[in-house]
């Protein structure tokens, strides 16, 4: 709740795993709006390829946002 994201950034571009699998890193600017401290968080996602609906989705998970 009231989280918003500032930044977000790639740092490692995707790599493929296989035809439909990629992993990438990000750096991800957040904040809550309550407490309006920018936070940052890496993150080592996993993204999926979708040919149903002709797009990429993430598999990882969102991160622990703290």
Same mark, same amino acid.
């Given at each position: ?8 950034? @790639?740092? +490692? ?10 992993? +990438?890193? @990000? ?9 309006? @401290? ?6 080592? +996602? ?21």
């Amino acid at each position: 709740k009231d989280l918003r994201l500032t930044g977000y950034d @790639v740092v +490692q571009p995707p790599t493929m795993q296989d035809e439909d699998t990629a992993t +990438q890193v @990000v750096n991800i600017e957040y904040l809550y709006e309550d407490r309006q @401290v920018v936070k940052q968080i890496a993150d080592r +996602q996993t993204w999926a390829w979708d040919d149903t609906l002709n797009s990429w989705w993430l598999k990882s998970g969102l991160p622990a946002f703290q």
